[in-house]
C-alpha cells in the first residue's frame, strides 16, 4: 500500500539532548523517531493509549530500527520530525522518519513496527503479531 502524507513534529534541541562535543547525542533520533510515529497516531485518534485500553492490543513495538545522520543538530536548533507510513504489510508496517533543520537533513531512517496480542505466560510479556487492523489503516487514508 501507499504511504501516508508526512506528519511534521516540531522539536528544540535541548542541552541535554547534547554530548560532551555538543551535538546530539545519536540515541535521541531514535527516541524523536518513536515520539513522532506516536504523535502521528494520535493526531488521527489512535493514540497508543486509547487502542490498548478498547482492543487490547499490543500496539506498535519496534522490530527492527535503521539510521543515518547528515549533518549535525546542537543546542537550540529548531528542528521538525517527518514522520510517515512508508509501507503497510499484512502484520507489519514501515515507519519513515527525516529530521531536518530548514532545507538541510540532519537524519532519516525506518522503523519495522507490529501490532501485537499479548499470550497467556507467567511473565506477561509473551506475544505474537496479529494482522494490522483495516481500522487502523482506514484512519490514515
Aim: with cysteine; proline share 6%; net charge neutral.
Amino acid at each position: 500500500m501507499s504511504a501516508t502524507r508526512e506528519f511534521i513534529m516540531p522539536i528544540r534541541i535541548a542541552f541535554g539532548d547534547c554530548d560532551p562535543a555538543g551535538i546530539v547525542y545519536f540515541p535521541n533520533f531514535f527516541r524523536w523517531f518513536d515520539a513522532g510515529m506516536h504523535e502521528m497516531f494520535a493526531a488521527v485518534g489512535l493514540s497508543a493509549e486509547k487502542v490498548s485500553r478498547e482492543t487490547g492490543l499490543v500496539v506498535w513495538p519496534s522490530i527492527d530500527a535503521k539510521a543515518t545522520f547528515h549533518a549535525p543538530a546542537r543546542t537550540g536548533d529548531l528542528v521538525e520530525v517527518r514522520s510517515s507510513v512508508a509501507e503497510w504489510r499484512s502484520r507489519t508496517f514501515v515507519m519513515s522518519h527525516r529530521i531536518v533543520r530548514g532545507d538541510t537533513l540532519i537524519c532519516d531512517g525506518t522503523v519495522l513496527r507490529f501490532v501485537g496480542e499479548r499470550q497467556p505466560s507467567h511473565d506477561d510479556v509473551k506475544m505474537r503479531t496479529v494482522p494490522v487492523p483495516d481500522w487502523m489503516r482506514q484512519a490514515f487514508d
